[in-house]
């Protein structure tokens, strides 16, 4: 089992920067591609981005492309989103996810259902 911590949320203004970290309790982590989903309310959880276990190939959500970066760090068992450009559609819980059955960037990486282990979510709010 592989528990997920979210943090760094926040509130902040339009065109304001956060970033958000995901912490995994296990060592196997680093096998696994990790992916963010974010849930506004009334909305269904959306895609945002997916790194592959070795960090080198990341696929984006057209909505956050050139604003939101994701990233790894494998010492600490951490992700990251760093988000640039912030506006007030970007408003939502943020959810970080692993998917056990793999470690590369696949095209269902962008269906929630692909994930195994979820993180409890952190709340990004941004005011225009």
């Known amino acids: 089992q592989v528990q997920l911590v979210e943090s760094g949320g926040g509130m902040v203004q339009a065109g304001g920067s956060l970033r958000l970290s995901c912490a995994a309790s296990?060592?196997?982590?680093?096998?696994?591609?990790m992916g963010w989903f974010r849930q506004a309310p009334g909305k269904e959880r959306e895609f945002v981005a997916v790194?592959?276990?070795?960090?080198?190939?990341?696929l984006y959500a057209d909505s956050v492309k050139g604003r939101f970066t994701i990233s790894r760090d494998g010492a600490k068992n951490t992700v990251y989103l760093q988000m640039n450009s912030l506006k007030p559609e970007d408003t939502a819980v943020y959810y970080c996810?692993?998917?056990?059955?793999?470690?590369?960037?696949?095209?269902?990486?962008?269906?929630?259902?692909?994930?195994?282990?979820w993180g409890q979510g952190t709340q990004v709010t941004v005011s225009s």
């Open positions: 996810a692993a998917d056990r059955h793999s470690g590369y960037v696949l095209p269902l990486h962008s269906r929630k259902n692909t994930y195994d282990y």
């Open positions: 296990a060592r196997t982590f680093s096998d696994y591609a």
């Open positions: 790194i592959s276990w070795s960090g080198g190939v990341t």
